[in-house]
């Protein structure tokens, strides 16, 4: 049997980001920046690493600012080039030269209904499907390595890695059924957000998906689930009770963007990283914390 070549990524990002109002009431969230790069266009940069040749982000209201993005700007490339600002113009044209389309999800239905947006775009082929909350930094990068497994198993896939107990109630977790290798496993079921103590596994799904087109037959008939919304995870279940779905293990570090904590975490991480920032940065956060040690102790 031949396998069909992984061309195409969704990326849903429609979501209200209420967990950051009230910055998120005019910018999408998608649009917040680690640094000086907004959280979307590393997952887009991901996607461009690992071979993917065509890439639909499903949009809602008031996210215009990230198709702008990722359009160009005759109007600023001209004057870079003009005032000869080279380094700034790459980065600019890094952002349109990528096959990027949109849709806009019409209803919050949930992450199911915004993947089964992405029906005609995808047709009969195998895609990825790339969570703007959680960022993986790796040596071959994450969506590649979901596709160097499929291209073993021809089967969807499901990007796993294991969380502490306590947060079990924060993830879908995995129920194993048995394990092809030390990172392949075959699923049983999926538990959405058990209390702890309770999960069959510590195995969490961060933010990537690796699907074959059959998965659109039960979001299409996928009743409403938990919040009254189209449930990604109910879909998968039901896919996986007509055809195996595995979870893979991948490797790399996943930084998680969605909540306030974890977005501020990963804007120093990236930061102290930097080769242009990242001693002053170091020297800041010093000087912050001295002086902070300093209030509490007065």
């Known amino acids: 049997m031949t396998i069909k070549k992984v061309r195409k990524a969704v990326i849903p990002a429609a979501g209200l980001g209420t967990r950051f109002l009230p910055a ?43 198709e ?57 082929e195998p895609f990825v499907v790339m969570l703007g909350d959680d960022i993986v930094q790796a040596d071959v990068p994450c969506t590649k390595q979901l596709i160097n497994q499929y291209e ?12 502490a107990d306590e947060d079990t109630k924060r993830y879908g977790i995995v ?35 690796l699907f074959t087109p059959e998965i659109f037959k039960y979001l299409e008939n996928q009743q409403p ?21 595995f979870a893979y293990e991948f490797d790399g570090k996943r930084y998680d963007v969605g909540e306030k904590l974890g977005f501020i975490r990963t804007t120093l991480e990236f930061a102290l990283m ?3 920032l990242g001693d002053d940065v170091q020297k800041l956060m010093k000087e912050l914390l001295e002086n902070h040690q300093i209030l509490i102790e007065k």
Do not use: C
Request: proline share 5%; aromatic share 4%; hydrophobic share 35%.
């Open 152 to 163: 073993i198993t021809n089967s969807s896939i499901i990007g796993v890695q294991p969380v």
């Open 68 to 124: 702008d993005h990722f359009d160009s700007v005759p109007e600023l490339e001209q004057t870079l080039i003009e005032k000869g600002k080279s380094e700034f113009l790459k980065l600019v044209e890094e952002t349109t030269n990528i096959n990027i389309h949109f849709i806009r999800q019409s209803k919050p239905m949930g992450l199911g209904h915004a993947v089964l947006q992405a029906k005609a775009f995808v047709g009969d």
């Open 274 to 276: 930097r080769d242009d």
């Open 225 to 245: 689930g938990a919040g009254d919304e189209i449930q990604l995870t109910d879909a998968i279940t039901r896919l996986n009770e007509m055809q195996r779905v």
């Open 175 to 209: 129920d194993l059924s048995s394990s092809v290798s030390e990172k392949l496993h075959k699923v049983k079921s999926f538990v959405e957000k058990p209390q702890q103590g309770t999960a069959p596994s510590n195995l969490a799904i961060l933010g990537r998906y």
């Open 24 to 66: 998120t009431k005019a910018m999408p969230k998608e649009m917040l920046p680690i640094v000086d790069k907004p959280t979307i266009q590393y997952i887009i940069e991901e996607a461009v690493e690992s071979g993917i040749e065509d890439i639909l982000i499903v949009t809602g209201k008031g996210k215009r600012a990230i």
